[in-house]
């Protein structure tokens, strides 16, 4: 199919975009999701490579883009954002890696929020030319759809430092627990 036909966002009929208590929108399932399920599979609408970002290239980009696709840009969450580093600032804020050293804005994979514990996984399909978001546990119906935004198995002292860029203190079921176990990526592994 020629590319410029194909969709720009695939999205499962089985979530859905609402409210998230205390962090803006969120991506929640509507249906039982079996682990392994493709939830997202999205073209970026902006990509750039990290070796060359510069603020003129970005605002020419965000000016070319369809009139809805500039809108969603402008409303993603930026708690940080100063009026005059806004663009820079909302990009470097919600961009995903895509291939190295590309990073890119993919709106769909920006209504995912953050868990230490997550129950779903990103990733770049060079191939496909897609951002994809794939289950990685079974989620239940009316449970939030979550992606790590920074390394899942470091300690929670770490992770605390990385979410700060996102101006916020994870409240996941790990970073809640004083338990040593739970605050290391020894979690994740079985004896
Ligand atoms: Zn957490």
Not at 22 to 41: C, D, H, M, N
Not at 114 to 128: E, G, R, T, V
Request: hydrophobic share 30%; glycine share 4%.
């Amino acid at each position: 199919m020629d590319p410029d036909l194909e969709l720009l966002a695939e999205i499962s009929g089985a979530v859905e975009v609402r409210p998230s208590p205390g962090k803006g929108k969120g991506t929640f399932a509507k249906e039982f999701v079996p682990k392994g399920t493709r939830l997202i599979s999205e073209r970026p609408i902006l990509r750039m490579s990290s070796n060359y970002f510069n603020d003129e290239t970005l605002k020419k980009m965000v000016q070319n883009l369809p009139t809805t696709e500039r809108r969603d840009f402008e409303d993603l969450h930026c708690p940080i954002c100063q009026p005059e580093q806004a663009l820079r600032q909302k990009y470097i804020m919600n961009h995903f890696s895509l291939s190295v050293p590309q990073i890119g804005i993919c709106l769909q994979g920006s209504r995912i929020n953050h868990s230490c514990l997550p129950n779903a996984y990103s990733s770049w399909n060079d191939k496909k030319d897609r951002f994809m978001i794939h289950a990685i546990a079974d989620i239940q119906e009316g449970d939030e759809v979550t992606i790590s935004y920074c390394d899942a198995l470091a300690t929670k002292d770490m992770r605390s430092k990385w979410l700060e860029v996102y101006q916020f203190s994870c409240e996941c079921a790990a970073c809640r627990t004083t338990d040593q176990i739970s605050n290391s990526g020894k979690r994740f592994t079985k004896e």
